[in-house]
């Protein structure tokens, strides 16, 4: 769901781990579910996108893993680098609907 | 290949002045058009989508309206900025049936003073 009126939680990894940032959704209907990364001063950019009929999807050195059983999304960076620093969001909505919904968004901070 | 184009980058406009933000489009036809609104260290805030030309969703009440005069032309106007209007303005686009995957330009910084 939307949380505009929080302050962003962050994630602090050191470069080369492994970071999982996590999302919880609230409408059930809910099919189609996608991360996006903003660098700041930038637009977000889409990063991998799941629909509700999987559970797991994977990218080039991320992953997303969903549970509609209690409602969870999750990105999973691989071998973390500085240039993943930046601010994710997920989004969700059902196909057929005219907008989507993000979530507040984790600041994902790589310490060399 | 699709294109969206936001401007002007950055904008700072004095309380009780007019506001006029332009997006286009291109590269596809009929597009859904958004336009959120994104506070300094903050999540996106869906302030208008358009899923055709004259079409326009308001989600929340406020200072600001939307027009969509051309299919791939979206504006956000105000006729008096207030203070609280300042933030990180981001135009976006999708296409039915693509699972609404959203394409957003590169954003407006809006500070009124």
């Known amino acids: 769901g939307e949380s505009v009126g929080l302050h962003l939680p962050t994630l602090s990894v050191q470069e080369g781990d492994n970071s999982i940032i996590n999302c919880a959704y609230s409408?059930?209907?809910?099919?189609?579910f996608i991360w996006y990364k903003q660098e700041s001063g930038k637009g977000p950019q889409f990063i991998i996108d799941i629909r509700s009929n999987m559970d797991k999807r994977q990218g080039q050195r991320v992953t997303v893993l969903l549970n509609k059983t209690v409602k969870h999304l999750s990105l999973q960076i691989a071998a973390t680098q500085p240039g993943d620093s930046a601010v994710y969001f997920c989004a969700e909505n059902t196909i057929s609907s005219g907008d989507m919904r993000f979530g507040a968004g984790t600041r994902l901070t790589v310490k060399p | 290949s699709q294109t969206i184009h936001q401007w002007p980058a950055t904008l700072v406009q004095p309380v009780g002045s007019p506001l006029s933000l332009e997006c286009t489009v291109e590269?596809?036809?009929?597009?859904?058009l958004y336009w959120y609104r994104q506070a300094a260290g903050r999540g996106l805030q869906l302030l208008f989508y358009s899923v055709g030309i004259g079409q326009i969703s308001s989600e929340v009440p406020q200072n600001l309206s939307a027009s969509r005069p051309q299919d791939r032309q979206f504006i956000l106007s105000s006729k008096k900025l207030l203070l609280s209007d300042s933030g990180f303005y981001l135009c976006?686009?999708?296409?039915w049936g693509q699972g609404e995957k959203l394409f957003f330009g590169s954003g407006t910084q809006l500070s009124v003073l």
């Open positions: 590269g596809t036809s009929n597009p859904n």
């Open positions: 976006a686009w999708s296409v």
């Open positions: 409408n059930s209907a809910s099919d189609y």
